[in-house]
C-alpha cells in the first residue's frame, strides 16, 4: 500500500472496515465468494443495483465462478434489463447445459423478447434434455 496515493489508502481504509471491496481496486480471485455472498445479500435486501456491482466485481476476481452469471441474470431481471439478464442467463446455460429449469428460464425470456429463433433452439434443446430426465422433468415443459 505504500506506492498507492493516500486517498486511496483512506478510501480503501475505509471500505475494508464495512468489508467491502472499493470498485476501483481490483478483487482477489479468492474474495469471489465473499462477494458472490454480498450480492446474494443486497438482493435479499432489494437492492439489484449493488448486487449487480457485487457480482461483476466477483466474476472480475473470478471468471470460473458462474453462479455469478445466474445472480446477475436475476438481479438484471429485476431491475427490468432483459437484455443483459438474457446474455447472462445464455453464459450459465452453457455452462451447465444440463439445468432444464434454467434452460426453461432463458427460452421463455428469449420468447418474451421476440427472439423467436433462439426461444425455439432452447425449447428443443430442453426437450431433449429432459428426455434424458426422470420423468419429473416433463413438468416444466407441459407448461
Not at 457485487?54 to 429485476?78: F, G, K, T
Not at 423478447?113 to 425455439?120: C, E, G, K
Request: aromatic share 8%.
Amino acid at each position: 500500500m505504500a506506492n498507492r496515493p493516500l486517498w486511496i489508502c483512506f478510501a480503501w481504509a475505509c471500505l475494508g472496515c464495512q468489508g467491502l471491496v472499493p470498485l476501483g481496486l481490483p478483487a482477489e480471485q479468492d474474495q469471489a465468494p465473499d462477494l458472490w455472498e454480498k450480492g446474494q445479500e443486497a438482493m435479499r435486501l432489494g437492492k439489484p443495483e449493488y448486487a449487480v456491482l457485487y457480482y461483476q466485481q466477483s466474476l472480475a476476481a473470478d471468471p470460473n465462478l458462474v453462479r455469478n452469471h445466474l445472480s446477475l441474470a436475476a438481479a438484471y431481471l429485476d431491475q427490468g434489463n432483459d437484455l443483459a439478464a438474457c446474455a447472462h442467463l445464455g453464459r450459465y446455460v452453457r455452462a451447465h447445459p444440463d439445468q432444464l429449469a434454467i434452460r426453461i428460464h432463458l427460452a421463455d425470456l428469449q420468447l418474451r423478447m421476440h427472439r423467436l429463433a433462439d426461444s425455439r433452439l432452447e425449447f428443443e434443446l430442453c426437450v431433449a434434455c429432459a428426455q434424458d430426465q426422470p420423468e419429473p422433468g416433463y413438468g416444466p415443459l407441459i407448461h
